[in-house]
């Protein structure tokens, strides 16, 4: 705990101590007459020590801040680059998620009607767009009565309705009491809109019509274009949520049927992340508890009682093969979207994040995509042409603040026309990459995505 929260806490055990009955002895003397008789004691109060210290010791909360000190959701920087914005807030602030699950934000687009186009719902409003997050973030019943029900009740474990889809349809982890929902109100891909209309975009029409032209290059102004490809055109980075319930991607028909691992009815994100949670001695590396990394961790797998035998990093059946083959699939669709032999995904083998622009995903692929498109943008893609051997697109919608030379630059790139399939194949991509665990999450829904796609392009 820091100095600051010590002597606060300090001066609030002080503060009730001191309005606690048992320090009333007796009654002040009147203005006139006799001092009255001494009145009589009053009973004990509780000791304000003892429900702080409940909490407050050294293998609770002071122990398990110090885990958290390990947390990206502690360290991360997205909550101050965020700050401020509505949209963002949601799922970058402490005090913008707690204010979507107290109002009940629902995760809809409507139609403005001086506009006449959809916007998003789902946003905090500018007074609750703050605050990185901390314990109460998760458990905001912190401190309500100094009970013991305060903790370790969480802010949400709701079904959670995918704002992708505008709502239609709801994840709902049920393992675990349902507790994983809490994580994936948050890790859930961020919506693709359409062009035309601002509204979200129709996977199942995407999916039943892969020949079809999302994007014309040829017609930038074509009012059937519904998505213009960019560097950044991508699903977010919370991919997690919507591959492990299964219910993310761009579905085509294809040789393997959309199921899911076992994985996502039986186990919970809190089974493999916060595994051996009793003290610090109790982490593997960096992982486990309150730091809620598994990466490093596999003692998790056969603790809760899921899988008879010991899985380690060297295990063929249940680590190894599944991953290598899911990152096998990675790779021949990254070769298979590519035009006149420039590759349509980008390449970004940063891992240093003192440079900024980190791919936190370079490991999981030979050729280090990082998910964003190979689309011609100095601004937010400096290092193109470094890494990118092969050349890069177009920009079909240059930015203004670029200048007369990079304006001139774009137009010496080839065009990038976009077919339903190339699209949709480039979303399954970028959710089966960021999904992180090379289909450990969800092996059977992860293969499907990405074996339907090759096989459409
Ligand atoms: C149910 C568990 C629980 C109980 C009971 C509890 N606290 Fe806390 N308290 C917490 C947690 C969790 C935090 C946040 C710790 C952190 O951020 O590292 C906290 C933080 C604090 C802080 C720092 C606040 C801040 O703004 O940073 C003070 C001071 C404090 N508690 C005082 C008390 C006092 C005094 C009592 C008893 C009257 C008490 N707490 C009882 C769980 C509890
Ligand atoms: C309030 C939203 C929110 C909730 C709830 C939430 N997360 Fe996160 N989580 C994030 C964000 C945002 C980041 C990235 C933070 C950053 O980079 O600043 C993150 C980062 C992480 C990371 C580190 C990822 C990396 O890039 O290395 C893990 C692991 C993680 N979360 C797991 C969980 C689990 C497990 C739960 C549920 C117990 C959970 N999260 C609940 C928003 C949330
Ligand atoms: C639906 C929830 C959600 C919303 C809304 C959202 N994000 Fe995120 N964002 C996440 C999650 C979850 C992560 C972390 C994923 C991880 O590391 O596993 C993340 C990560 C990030 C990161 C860190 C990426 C990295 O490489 O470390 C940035 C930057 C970011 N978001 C910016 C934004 C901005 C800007 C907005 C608003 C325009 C926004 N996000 C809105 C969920 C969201
Ligand atoms: C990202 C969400 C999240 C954040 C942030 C978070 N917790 Fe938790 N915490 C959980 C979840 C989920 C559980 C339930 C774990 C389980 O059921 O095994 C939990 C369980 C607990 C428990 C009971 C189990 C145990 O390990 O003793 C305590 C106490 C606790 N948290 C304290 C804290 C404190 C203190 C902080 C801040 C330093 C904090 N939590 C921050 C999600 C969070
Ligand atoms: C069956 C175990 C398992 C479950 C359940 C699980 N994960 Fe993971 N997760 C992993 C493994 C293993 C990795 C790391 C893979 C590696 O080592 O590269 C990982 C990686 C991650 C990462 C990247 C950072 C890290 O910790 O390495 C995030 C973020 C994440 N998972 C979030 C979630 C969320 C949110 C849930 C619940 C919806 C969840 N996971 C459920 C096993 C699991």
Redesign the pocket.
Known sequence: MKLKNISRLLFYAFVIMCIAPSCVKEGPAGLTGDTGPAGKDGTNGVDANQTCKMCHNPTKVDLIAVQYEFS?HSY???AF??AG?T??????SQEGFKYVVANKVPATFTLNTTTNRYAND?ASIASAAYGEYGCSTCHNSIHATYGSSDLPSLTTVAPVPM?MWGGKKIMDLKADGGKSNLCI??????PQTNLQTGNVQDYDGIAANPTVLAYDANDNGSKTNIVRPSYRMHV??????AIYAGMGGVEFAGSLPYTSSKHTTEASCIDCHMGAKGGLSDLVGRSGGHTFFAKGNLTTCNATGCHSTAITSASTTLWLNPRAEIKTLLTTLATKLTVGGVEILNRNPNTNEALGG???WASLTANKYDGYLNVYDPINNPNFAANNPSGTFQNPAPSSSWTAEQKALNLTFPKLSLTNAQYGAILNFQLCL?E?SLGIHNFNYTKALLTNSIAKL
């Open positions: 990206k991360g920087e997205a680059e965020e914005n949209g963002c807030a949601p799922c970058h789902y704002n109100k948050c890790h859930q891909p961020r977010h980075y919370g991919a997690i949520g980190v791919n936190l960021r992180y």
